[in-house]
């Protein structure tokens, strides 16, 4: 009898079968219960058991995450969430005691599918690992190294959250770990841009994860597949943002829409796991990704004011990356309260026109412009009108009239100059 074997069977678990599956920090083991106790399941159920690399042991720490990921497992109960039923800690490598999980891995799963898969078995899979997210999430716990292959996919199509045992349990208190980049062990093909600049975990990090895991379902292709060196990877991810492949055939277009804000670089831009939720239930007549659409509309077409100067002579704006020479002439508007247009049978927001302003200079991607002495003169109609189309138009004049004060939130119109 191996000393693995033994140590199972003080628990009351039989070693069924050895290295059944290896990870980057442990080797998996297939066991079954063959005594009754309190913490295991009935007499014959199989288990997992998780032996820890001798190497992983090694990092600052880690035996803390351990016995978080025991903990936690034990605490919160969901079936999106993989079970734990303790940790064996006699001796060295600690072993943890889990539900056994009669799958494949989120990858393999999706590569074993006759294609195309269809829309609803995708949706199946795609809201489990949400409300299995979401369960850590009530729990004010974030997962912080969610990714496909952190993921399992039963026989009957149900996914399964696996590995929180780089979570973060948020508070002050003495399980919070890590929580920058520095001790990060998680993939950074999955992690979000603030995370990877050494910014504090916040739980739309968590989201733009399940944003990258889903890019594999809805793709059928790993985000940044194409970038194989981690340095690069790094830079691609904070410079140039995620770039959402072709949608597979049976995934509703919309989703499109959501991918891209889930994979968003500003944190503010991603939705929460009940808007995730949604969407996919109902992708076409989905409220977060209708005003989704409209954002991503302005933003094709305005910059968004950032910071306002000198009372109002001077301003901000990101660029989004845009390369404009400075000198050109560019004017401000403001979203203003939504109308309803009966013809549209929709809401929308009239624009004023605030100010023309000039682009002074760039630097690194923010522009800094100065506020022109002009007016917009309508004629006898009010800006809002001319804004909804409803009459000829109006002019700029060059004038030392007050005009509106630029304010943060406005917008900078592209095609304008």
């Known amino acids: 009898m191996s000393n693995l074997d033994q140590r199972l069977q003080t628990v009351g678990i039989a070693l069924r079968q050895e290295n059944v599956a290896e990870g980057g920090s442990a080797f998996i083991h297939q066991g079954q219960v063959v005594r009754a106790t309190s913490r295991l399941p009935v007499v014959g159920v199989m288990v997992a058991v998780k032996e820890y690399k001798a190497a992983i042991l090694e990092i600052e720490g880690q035996l803390d995450r351990i016995r978080q990921e025991s903990e936690l497992g034990q605490r919160i109960d969901n079936p999106h969430l993989v079970k734990t039923y303790g940790l064996v800690n006699d001796s060295s490598p600690p072993l943890l005691l889990l539900e056994w999980i009669d799958g494949l891995t989120l990858a393999d799963w999706y590569s074993a599918q006759p294609k195309p898969i269809p829309w609803e078995a995708l949706k199946r899979a795609a809201i489990g690992i949400a ?89 059928g292709r790993n985000l940044f597949d194409d970038v194989e060196r981690k340095p690069v990877l790094h ?11 072709a949608l597979q055939p049976e995934v509703p277009p919309p989703l499109k829409v959501l991918l891209e804000a889930a994979l968003h670089r500003v944190r503010e831009r991603r939705p929460s796991l009940q808007e995730v939720i949604e969407c996919l239930d109902n992708p076409q007549g989905s409220p977060f990704i209708g005003r989704e659409l409209e954002r991503q509309a302005a933003e094709k077409r305005t910059y968004s004011v950032i910071q306002v100067m000198d009372n109002g002579a001077s301003f901000l704006a990101d660029l989004a990356g845009d390369d404009i020479r400075p000198g050109r002439e560019f004017t401000v508007i403001r979203k203003l309260p939504t109308v309803n247009v009966p013809s549209y049978q929709r809401d929308i927001a009239p624009e004023k026109w605030i100010a023309e302003s000039v682009l002074k200079h760039v630097y690194q991607n923010v522009g800094h412009f100065n506020v022109l002495s002009k007016h917009w003169d309508a004629g006898s109609a009010s800006t809002t009108m001319a804004a909804l189309g409803m009459i000829g138009g109006g002019r700029w004049v060059q004038s030392e009239k007050s005009q509106d004060k630029v304010m943060r939130g406005d917008l900078v119109l592209k095609n304008s100059g």
Do not use: C
């Open 131 to 219: 409300e299995g997210l979401n369960a850590l999430h009530l729990e004010k716990v974030y997962h912080r190294d969610l990714k496909p292959e952190n993921v399992m996919v039963r026989k009957d199509g149900d996914a399964v959250v696996m590995d929180i045992g780089v979570a973060e349990i948020t508070g002050n208190n003495s399980h919070t770990l890590h929580t920058d980049v520095a001790t990060f062990v998680g993939s950074a093909r999955t992690a979000s841009p603030q995370f990877i600049m050494g910014e504090a975990f916040d739980p739309r990090d968590d989201i733009y994860s399940l944003g990258a895991t889903y890019h594999l379902l809805f793709t």
């Open 235 to 245: 830079i691609m991810v904070v410079t140039k943002g995620a770039v959402i492949a």
